[in-house]
């Protein structure tokens, strides 16, 4: 077996779709300072974009969740393997994350860090599979909505492998022996 990616959002596309939603989480914290949770692996690639479009005062902190390992399914348990370096009570946080797709990760994290008392907390992810979740996940900011497929680029790995591409693609398996 060899994999193919086929492309499903462009770079620019998604380059696009970044600076509109700088602008409008800009507008919504106008006059604040926004502090950027960025959830790791798979966030990263989309925070590091997204904070270059901001216009209002940034402050950052990394979270590492995982669920899925080197799977393609979730496997239902979340695992804190690094929390904040920082506090986050009377912040403004922005949880930036690559996929809300069973919502399993976003709902546990969410959960978390509302207990940290911050002043207040939204949630701003680059995708989103509405028709997958398992758990309700109020998601305040939306680059795309997708199909239920198993997506990579920007961030997001298969077999920890294509994080650096550059636009979000679809793994498709080619049987060598078929050709
Ligand atoms: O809505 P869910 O079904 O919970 O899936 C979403 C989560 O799954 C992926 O992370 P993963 O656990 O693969 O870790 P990674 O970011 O380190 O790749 C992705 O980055 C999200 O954090
Ligand atoms: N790489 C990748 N990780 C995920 N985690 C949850 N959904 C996905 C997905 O579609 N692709
Ligand atoms: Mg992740």
Avoid: W
């Amino acid at each position: 077996m060899s994999e193919k990616v086929r492309v499903l959002i462009s770079e620019e596309e998604v380059e696009k779709r970044i600076c509109e939603m700088g602008k409008e989480i800009s507008e919504y914290y106008k006059g604040e300072e926004v502090h950027l949770v960025s959830v790791l692996r798979g966030g990263v690639f989309f925070t590091c974009q997204l904070a270059k479009r901001l216009s209002v005062p940034v402050s950052l902190d990394f979270m590492s969740v995982s669920s899925y390992g080197n799977d393609t399914k979730s496997s239902g348990v979340v695992k804190v393997i690094k929390d904040l370096d920082d506090a986050i009570e009377g912040k403004n946080v922005l949880v930036v994350e690559d996929i809300v797709d069973s919502g399993r990760t976003l709902s546990y994290l969410l959960e978390n860090l509302k207990s940290r008392k911050p002043k207040s907390l939204r949630l701003c992810t680059l995708l989103d599979k509405p028709e997958c979740r398992v758990t309700d996940v109020h998601v305040d900011y939306t680059g795309f909505q997708i199909p239920d497929e198993f997506v990579v680029g920007y961030g997001l790995d298969y077999m920890q492998h294509y994080r650096n591409f550059p636009y979000v693609g679809v793994v498709e398996l080619e049987d060598e022996a078929a050709k």
